[in-house]
């Protein structure tokens, strides 16, 4: 008998599984329509690069010569919005006009530009892959669904379950020696 519970509950926590997985990936699918109905409307004018789920759309865009590569560095100025049918709240930034606009909190607040090695391991996919190959002095929005984002962890005031919109500002772009 308690053989036949245990498999019994076994099957329910497979099934409960499936179940979750599959709601999961139809709302990273409903996020990934909903990023392609925006970017089709609002960003229609614009040059759009798209890289492993990740969504490039080049506002202003640059002359330089180098394009970003894996090893290389880069320093940028960002905003990063949660993502509902357009960019809605802001979830953090490092540019002081933005987060006086949107009323963010300023407690510790970082003005300074972002300078990282352009590796998988130091950024969440959606942004990393939607990183490679911007160009010095270029301007773009980066848009994906959770799933290449932070799926259904909370981080800081990002909530679990939610695509993103990144607005970069690229300061420079040094390649790897």
Avoid at 15 to 39: F, G, H, M, P, W
Avoid at 41 to 70: C, F, K, Q
Avoid at 71 to 94: E, H, I, K, W
Avoid at 156 to 174: D, F, G, R
């Amino acid at each position: 008998m308690n053989r036949i519970k245990h498999i019994f509950t076994l099957v329910c926590l497979a099934v409960l599984t499936i179940s979750c997985s599959a709601e999961r990936e139809l709302q990273y699918s409903n996020q990934e329509a909903a990023i392609d109905k925006y970017i089709s409307g609002t960003l229609a004018n614009y040059e759009v690069r798209r890289n492993a789920g990740s969504n490039r759309v080049i506002i202003e865009p640059s002359t330089a010569a180098d394009s970003l590569e894996a090893g290389d560095s880069l320093s940028f100025f960002y905003a990063c919005y949660v993502f509902s049918g357009s960019p809605s709240s802001l979830a953090t930034t490092n540019v002081p006009e933005i987060a006086r606009k949107s009323n963010f909190v300023l407690t510790d607040f970082d003005s300074t530009v972002v300078s990282i090695k352009y590796e998988n391991s130091n950024l969440c996919a959606g942004l990393y892959n939607g990183l490679k190959g911007v160009r010095e002095r270029e301007h773009c929005v980066i848009l994906f669904s959770a799933k290449y984002g932070f799926a259904a962890t909370r981080v800081n005031n990002i909530p679990p379950m939610s695509a993103l919109c990144y607005e970069i500002w690229v300061e420079e772009v040094k390649k790897k020696k």
